[in-house]
Every structure is written in structure tokens, then in C-alpha cells.
């Protein structure tokens, strides 16, 4: 409980100073220990497969992503000037108050909730011999509630698609020319194909244990991520069909079983005797699809392709 | 007090600090990254209740939205500073102005 309340008191400490440092490479920085520690908190509460995901996705790649974003923002744009200087000193004070209100409000909601709610635990438990699998988060990822992961994959490629139309070709060409970083690459060779076989063991292991293809798919996309800043660029021969292929084979997966399972009338219900097969399948296209997506989401452009521009 | 309202708590404290400098800070990368703070803030108050089942596991259901959350937050963010770094190439600083005199 002690532990808890420092927890708390640090996460709260800690989000105060990243949103207010003037620095916004600092305020990244503490944005990803910010992460680190929610991971802890996820620990706390029991949550395993959450904070496998934040650490990967919520910490790691999102840290990345915010650090290249920040290199690509124009130098003189001053990062000192952190708040509106035109502002008055009552428009902070105003919306302090005013948010000291919503949250108590809040707070007081929370403070009448009945202190034992089994929400939906019970079916779960209930249903879970029929899932396929053994690890209950998967089981209501990809079977229970298959359709909010098919419209999750969904929504992480209409955000590359948002992200490849905003931003030009990606110019860099496949030898880039900077200064070979022994440590970087050395790094990288040894790291890569460590990342892919704890992908493959995350995915394998969801079935019964924290894990599964977004843990995957996110510990592939950061092999992906590591090519990239060493240098690395999808030879242009890959970055037509191929790569478009890579990035719908997930959605594409779910929504033919999704069409077949549509067959017998009911959408993503899995067949018991098959579901673990299924699963299994499902989330080994999902896996490369999201590792593809986010790496490529981290690249931030539409690789060159054969053939000049597209 | 039991742990489960603690963090629930806390995590709605979180999500008022982004809130606050989501409003204030005209930045935009601050402004996205208060939004990710605000989703944190979400995620832990959903994490937290689902702790309140009385039995010593919890609620998994709300915990399989939290990691569909994230992965959705990590494609909004990303969109979000693609969008950033455009308006930051064609205004020359990651602000939005909200002086109509000075649009195009």
C-alpha cells in the first residue's frame, strides 16, 4: 500500500514535469520513463500483457517516434517559449480551478463505486476452455472480441495511409551516407535477429502467457526501428507490392476468416475444435503486418520505390 | 481505501495535468504528448477498476481494451506529429495561430 501511494505520487510528480519542463527533449525523455513507470503500475494491478504492451509500444516505440519527430521540426523554432506568452496570469489559474472541479468530480464518482464488481470476469472464466487458448487476455483479443482487434489493425493502417500522404518520398537513399558507427552496427547485428526470435516467442507464448501479436509485432517493429537508425533502407525493389503486401496481410487474414466465419452467421466466432489453429494463424499475420506498419509508421514516409517516384 | 481506487485516483489526476497543459501549451508536440499523458490517465482508472472483482484475479476484458488502446493511441500519435512536422514545414514553427488576420 506504501508502495502504491509512492508509485502513485511519482507517476502524478513525474507527469507534472515532463508536461512543464521548458525543454522539449527533457520533457520526452521523462515521457518514456513516464512509461517505464506505468508499466510498474501495470505489475501492480495485475496486468501483465498491458504493460508488456506499454513497455514496447507505449514507452519504446512511441519515445522514437516523438525523438524523430522533434529532430525534423525546424531549429529555430525556440523551444524556451513554452507557454502563451500573451496569456494572462488568469487564464492558468481559471482552468486550474475549473479542472480542480472536474476532477474532484471525478474523483468523487470513482469514491461511490461498489468496491466489488466481477464486471465480465466470470464468463471469461466461463468460456475460456472454448477460446483456443489458455491466456485469457489473448482469448478476448482474438476470439471474444476479434472485432475490436479487426478494427484496431484497421485503424493502425489508415494511420500510415493519413501518414504516407502528408509527407513526400523518403529521399534518403539506400546507402545513406554517414559516418559508419561501429557500436550502432555492431549493435545491430547481434540485436536484429535476437528481436525477431523474442517476437516469434512472444507470439508463440500468448497462447498460454502474457504475450501475444501486438507484444510481437511491436518487438519486430523495434528490430525495424534499429535497421532504420543504423542506415538501413528497404532496397527499392521491396518497397512496391511487397511492402504493401507486408502491411495488409494482417487485416486481410482477419477479415477473409472474419467473411468465412460470416458464412455460418456469426461474425469472428470461432469454430472451438479449430480455434487454437486459428488463433494461432491470425496472429502470426498479424504480427508481420504490425511490425511492418510500425516501423514504417516510424520512417514516417513512403519508402523510394523502383522506378523513381510514384 | 483499497489499492484498486488509489490508482484509480491517481489516474485521474493524471488526466487532468494533461488536460491542463493540453489547453495551455500552444506547442504542438506538447500538446500531443498531453494527450498521450491523458490517455494514460484513462487507461489506469479502466486498469484499476477492473481490479474490483473480490477475487485475486482481475477483470480481463478492460485489460484487453487497454492494450487495443494503446496500440490505437501509438497510430493517432503517430499521424498526430505527421501532421506536426507538415504544419511546422509550411508555418515555420509547431504552433497553430489563432490569429485569423495572419492565414493565408
Given at each position: 500500500m506504501l508502495f502504491d501511494a509512492l508509485l502513485g505520487l511519482l507517476l502524478l510528480g513525474l507527469a507534472w514535469l515532463l508536461l512543464s519542463c521548458r525543454d522539449l527533449f527533457k520533457a520526452i525523455v521523462l515521457f518514456v520513463a513516464f512509461g517505464l513507470l506505468m508499466a510498474i503500475v501495470w505489475v501492480r494491478l495485475d496486468a501483465p500483457d498491458v504493460a508488456l504492451a506499454e513497455v514496447a509500444i507505449g514507452a519504446g516505440l512511441t519515445g522514437a517516434l516523438l525523438m524523430s519527430a522533434l529532430a525534423k521540426l525546424p531549429v529555430d523554432n525556440p523551444p524556451g517559449r513554452y507557454s502563451n506568452e500573451k496569456t494572462h496570469w488568469l487564464l492558468p489559474l481559471t482552468l486550474a480551478l475549473m479542472l480542480l472541479l472536474v476532477a474532484s468530480g471525478l474523483g468523487y464518482a470513482l469514491w461511490s463505486l461498489p468496491v466489488i464488481a466481477p464486471g465480465l470476469s466470470g464468463e471469461v472464466a466461463a468460456n475460456l476452455e472454448q477460446s483456443g487458448v489458455s491466456n485469457p487476455v489473448t482469448a478476448v483479443l482474438l476470439n471474444f472480441r476479434g472485432y475490436d482487434t479487426l478494427l484496431e489493425i484497421v485503424v493502425l493502417l489508415l494511420a500510415l495511409l493519413g501518414v504516407w500522404s502528408l509527407n513526400s518520398l523518403d529521399a534518403t537513399p539506400a546507402t545513406a551516407e554517414k559516418p559508419a558507427n561501429l557500436v550502432l552496427d555492431t549493435l545491430m547485428r547481434l540485436l536484429v535477429p535476437l528481436l525477431i526470435l523474442v517476437a516469434a516467442y512472444l507470439l508463440w507464448a500468448g497462447a498460454n502467457s502474457p504475450g501475444g501479436a501486438f507484444q510481437a509485432g511491436a518487438v519486430l517493429a523495434a528490430a525495424g526501428v534499429l535497421l532504420l537508425l543504423a542506415g538501413w533502407r528497404l532496397p527499392t525493389a521491396l518497397a512496391g507490392l511487397p511492402l504493401r503486401l507486408a502491411l495488409v496481410a494482417g487485416p486481410v487474414a482477419f477479415i477473409t476468416l472474419a467473411a468465412l466465419t460470416l458464412l455460418n452467421a456469426?461474425?469472428?466466432?470461432?469454430?472451438v475444435e479449430h480455434a487454437g489453429m486459428l488463433i494461432l494463424l491470425l496472429e502470426t499475420f498479424a504480427m508481420f503486418s504490425i511490425g511492418v506498419t510500425l516501423a514504417a509508421l516510424f520512417l514516417g514516409q513512403r519508402p523510394q520505390e523502383r522506378g523513381g517516384s510514384a | 481505501m483499497n489499492s484498486a481506487i488509489l490508482y484509480a485516483l491517481v489516474g485521474v489526476g493524471i488526466f487532468s495535468l494533461g488536460l491542463y497543459a493540453l489547453i495551455l501549451h500552444p506547442h504542438l508536440l506538447r500538446k500531443i504528448l498531453a494527450i498521450n499523458v491523458m490517455g494514460s490517465g484513462l487507461f489506469l482508472v479502466l486498469i484499476a477498476l477492473a481490479k474490483r472483482t473480490g477475487e485475486p484475479l482481475p477483470d480481463l476484458v478492460p485489460q484487453a481494451m487497454v492494450i487495443t488502446g494503446i496500440v490505437v493511441a501509438f497510430s493517432a500519435t503517430a499521424l498526430a506529429l505527421a501532421l506536426m512536422v507538415r504544419v511546422a514545414k509550411e508555418n515555420h514553427r509547431a504552433e497553430l495561430s489563432d490569429d485569423e488576420s495572419q492565414q493565408p
Open positions: 456469426r461474425l469472428l466466432e470461432l469454430p | -
